[in-house]
């Protein structure tokens, strides 16, 4: 298995982290818990919690996408979001993917981290 685009690469790892802490400003703002977690051999991620519903939680990564190298915003479980240029509405996507009703919702979702379910 390859690394991800960037792993390897400082300052895409720095810019990453500079997208994810716009992401979390964003986040914040709305009233969400986000913070951003750091581990050797990791890319950097944005852990996000639902205020309404603290069992709804889940990790974001800012990587690139694409032929282009467009770096946007994935979830743990590899959905993607929205492009790092757009944080806000990243932001709402994130809010509106954890406030899916239960049957709509991906298992990967339902436990905040992929693989978990309730």
Do not use: N
């Not at 720095?14 to 890319?43: E, K």
């Amino acid at each position: 298995m390859s690394a991800p685009a960037g792993h390897g690469d400082g300052g895409q790892v720095d810019d990453g982290i500079a997208f994810l802490d716009a992401l979390a400003a964003q986040l914040r703002c709305r009233g969400w818990t986000a913070y951003l977690s750091t581990a050797p051999g990791r890319l950097p991620g944005l852990c996000v919690q639902d205020p309404a519903q603290p069992a709804q939680c889940g990790d974001v990564i800012a990587v690139p996408s694409g032929p282009a190298g467009d770096m946007w915003y994935w979830f743990s479980w590899a959905e993607r979001i929205a492009p790092v240029r757009a944080p806000g509405a990243a932001a709402d996507a994130i809010i509106r993917t954890f406030r899916r009703p239960a049957d709509d919702t991906p298992a990967a979702v339902t436990g905040g981290r992929a693989g978990q379910t309730r």
